[in-house]
T-cell receptor
Framework: AQSVSQHNHHVILSEAASLELGCNYS??????LFWYVQYPGQHLQLLLK????DPLVKGIKGFEAEFIKSKFSFNLRKPSVQWSDTAEYFC???????????WGAGTKLIIKP | ETGVTQTPRHLVMGMTNKKSLKCEQH?????MYWYKQSAKKPLELMFV???????ENNSVPSRFSPECPNSSHLFLHLHTLQPEDSALYLC?????????????FGEGSRLTVL
């Protein structure tokens, strides 16, 4: 069965630190990849997505993610985090032609001011 | 504002009650979804509707009953729930189901079953 693994349930960083959140998936075929973010008390919203082309994708608020096919990974990065990045981050994978999104369990990110 | 509105935002019910969750999308999308979000667990897809037809029922207990009267509205009828059904229930929409581009989520209905 397909699955998505997010390595850390909680991450605590200080402002200006660099961020990398891991995401690995198990599916051998062609995939679409997503990172969603849920700020405290708000709805889930799309941060960035990869369908094809350049494996380094840029999203909103300075986030980027790199698709490494050989490692089945789609890690999320940000060079310098801000207090406002405190949120829960979800990785999701969609097998091409399938309408199901397979979700990771989420990573709660806390940024200390 | 996501264009997807869920009501009520909070609901407390006993195990013998009957209640409903409502979702409305103002985005002109053709597909709507119900998800269950529990702490420390991946989102669980419950139901998918495409053009008002149910295309997925992910082995959800019959105490959850969806209804999609038109492409803008989605309901989740609840009856004789269990305490383990307490969770955040999220509604989402997308342009179509064939290939998911982006899901637009509501803010969720926090359900507590006593």
């Amino acid at each position: 069965a397909q699955s998505v693994s997010q390595h850390n349930h909680h991450v605590i960083l200080s402002e200006a630190a660099s961020l990398e959140l891991g995401c690995n998936y198990s599916y051998g075929g062609t995939v679409n990849l997503f990172w969603y973010v849920q700020y405290p008390g708000q709805h889930l919203q799309l941060l960035l997505k990869y369908f094809s082309g350049d494996p380094l994708v840029k999203g909103i608020k300075g986030f980027e993610a790199e698709f490494i096919k050989s490692k089945f990974s789609f890690n999320l990065r940000k060079p310098s985090v801000q207090w406002s990045d405190t949120a829960e981050y979800f990785c999701a994978v969609n097998a091409r032609g399938n309408y199901q999104l397979i979700w990771g369990a989420g990573t709660k990110l806390i940024i200390k001011p | 504002e996501t264009g997807v509105t869920q009501t009520p935002r909070h609901l407390v019910m006993g195990m013998t009650n009957k209640k409903s969750l409502k979702c409305e999308q103002h985005l002109g999308h053709n597909a709507m979804y119900w998800y269950k979000q529990s702490a420390k667990k991946p989102l669980e897809l419950m139901f998918v509707y495409s053009l008002e037809e149910r295309v997925e029922n992910n082995s959800v207990p019959s105490r959850f009953s969806p209804e999609c009267p038109n492409s803008s509205h989605l309901f989740l009828h609840l009856h004789t729930l269990q305490p383990e059904d307490s969770a955040l229930y999220l509604c989402a929409s997308s342009q179509r189901t064939g290939q998911i581009g982006e899901l637009f989520f509501g803010e969720g209905s926090r359900l507590t079953v006593l």
